[in-house]
């Protein structure tokens, strides 16, 4: 998973707080995309976008904000944290829309 | 609405057996099928992305299969290893009606190797 990198692994948050999960790539690629995987089911699209300054709703975007000012950052911003958010998230990237996907290692978020 | 069975769940077979995941979806228009293997703890990392014209793709040990007429992939793991003990997920992406990407995902097969 060379090229993404995701920050904090872990965090443990109460209802209510804010954070933002950190993800940079040095990949150069235009398609960035957030996934929250709960267990025993599949990833689910929180957001993407497909290059700087443009961003969209995936499947699950309630509670949840992205912003991409420049190629190589896609944060996403939990405000007012709700135990729901309880998942594991991965940021993923792509050089077009059906390409193949690189993904970080993972945050793994606990609201508690 | 689209979707991506995989079976089974679960599997756990010896070292050196070799096995064999399902992966079958629904509608179309189908673009590419992609298996990803999945690390505790790690991220999904890509074993083979399959267009339709494609009927079989190799990766080292790991084979997959693709009958887009029936809708159906098979991902084949031969002489397994204790490394390939992680989740195997199949993913379908369609040129219309998927995700806002594209792609839908399955839930996964957990596949686990005793020694």
């Known amino acids: 998973n060379a090229g993404v990198t995701q920050t904090p692994k872990f965090r443990i948050l109460k209802i209510g707080q804010s954070m933002t999960l950190q993800c940079t790539q040095d990949m150069n690629h235009n398609y960035m995309y957030w996934y929250r995987q709960d267990p025993g089911m599949g990833l689910k699209l929180i957001y993407y976008s497909v290059g700087a300054g443009i961003t969209d709703k995936g499947e699950v975007p309630n509670g949840y904000n992205v912003s991409r000012s420049t190629t190589e950052d896609f944060p996403l911003r939990l405000e007012l944290a709700a135990p729901s958010q309880t998942s594991v998230y991965f940021c993923a990237l792509g050089r077009g829309r059906n390409g193949e996907l690189f993904f970080g290692e993972g945050s793994r978020l606990t609201v508690l | 609405k689209n979707q991506v069975e995989q079976s089974p769940q679960s599997l756990i077979i010896l070292e050196g057996k070799n096995c064999t995941l399902q992966?079958?979806?629904?509608?179309?228009?189908?673009?590419?099928l992609r298996w990803y293997k999945q690390d505790t703890g790690r991220g999904p990392v890509s074993l083979t992305i399959?267009?339709?014209?494609?009927n079989t793709k190799s990766n080292g040990r790991y084979t997959a299969t693709l009958d887009a007429d029936t809708k159906q992939s098979s991902l084949h793991i031969t002489a397994s290893q204790l490394s390939d003990s992680a989740s195997y997920i199949c993913?379908?992406?369609?040129?219309?009606?998927?995700?806002?990407?594209?792609?839908?995902f399955g839930k996964g097969t957990h596949l686990i190797i005793q020694p």
């Open positions: 993913v379908v992406f369609l040129n219309s009606g998927g995700g806002a990407d594209g792609l839908t």
């Open positions: 399959m267009t339709f014209s494609e």
């Open positions: 992966c079958n979806y629904t509608v179309s228009p189908f673009s590419n």
